[in-house]
Nanobody, 123 residues
Framework: QLQASGGGLVQAGGSLRLSCAAS????????IAWFRQAPGKEREGVSC????????FYDDSVKGRFTISRDNAKNTVYLQMDRLTPEDTATYYC??????????????????WGKGTQVTVSS
């Protein structure tokens, strides 16, 4: 089970830290990705971190503002989001894939999905 949390309402320029807590998994064995879906838009991959915790990927729209990290001891993944803009408003989801590397560029084959957490950025 995956449980995302940390969403909320923030003003443009502000920050939020999303968490994704995993139970029933050993995160060491998985790559982890964050996705988002805005109203009326398709779901898009935001960031992904490889199994080895050494390689991280970011969509161009968030590069330099978002940071993905993982704490395998706590079985938790984080997405630090800084300098938020209204365009970041969406429901954010975390997902796992039993793999060594992120399934880029299309994020196909994610095995487990968590329920989303809403992020709203006001202008």
């Amino acid at each position: 089970q995956l449980q995302a949390s940390g969403g909320g309402l923030v003003q443009a320029g502000g920050s939020l830290r999303l968490s994704c807590a995993a139970s029933g998994f050993t995160l060491d064995d998985y790559v982890i990705a964050w996705f988002r879906q805005a109203p009326g838009k398709e779901r898009e991959g935001v960031s992904c971190i490889n199994n080895d915790d050494e390689v991280r990927f970011y969509d161009d729209s968030v590069k330099g503002r978002f940071t993905i990290s993982r704490d395998n001891a706590k079985n938790t993944v984080y997405l630090q989001m800084d300098r938020l803009t209204p365009e970041d408003t969406a429901t954010y989801y975390c997902a796992l894939m039993y793999s060594l590397v992120c399934p880029l560029p299309n994020y196909l084959g994610m095995d487990y999905w968590g329920k989303g957490t809403q992020v709203t950025v006001s202008s």
